[in-house]
């Protein structure tokens, strides 16, 4: 298991790129979309294609070893013993009928234990994230730039 220490960084870089990719799917929220169904139906739009590589490239970039899954992409194996697990765009159904219920989801499970989590609701401004022996906390913004915070141990 990776070591407390080693879980914060990691929840941070995580939680940057939950807002990275929450900034992709905001750029196409409530706009005019082309809808593409996935092999199993479900919906799949250029948001969750976008932000799951802007994901994904930068994982691979600084974690080349790290296995991912992907909801878009599937699975790259890596052999660190850490698989991030990503779902870039959690919603579409509700992304795509411009209601603001809909997250960029980034976990990371360490030699097959869950060890951090992220869920970013872009389009409220929240952000919730845990990360192993380290808690769990919740951001909210009613304006951006002004950041609150709550804290659950």
């Avoid at 013993?81 to 960029?104: A, E, K, M």
């Avoid at 360490?110 to 060890?115: A, L």
Wanted: hydrophobic share 35%; proline share 4%; net charge negative.
């Amino acid at each position: 298991m990776t070591e407390t220490a080693e879980i914060g960084p990691l929840l941070d870089f995580a939680v940057r790129l939950a807002r990275q990719a929450g900034g992709i799917t905001q750029r196409y929220f409530k706009g005019s979309l082309q809808l593409e169904r996935k092999a199993d139906n479900s919906l799949v739009t250029i948001a969750d294609r976008e932000a799951e590589r802007l994901i994904r490239k930068s994982i691979a970039q600084r974690f080349p070893d790290d296995s991912i899954l992907g909801e878009e992409e599937g699975e790259r194996v890596g052999t660190s013993g850490r698989r991030w697990i990503i779902d870039p765009l959690d919603g579409t159904h509700s992304f795509v009928h411009g209601v603001p219920l809909y997250g960029v989801l980034i976990g990371l499970e360490v030699d097959g234990e869950p060890s951090l989590g992220v869920v970013n609701l872009p389009a409220l401004d929240e952000i919730v994230y845990a990360g192993r022996e380290l808690g769990c906390f919740w951001k909210w913004s009613y304006s951006r730039g002004h950041w609150k915070s709550g804290h659950h141990a």
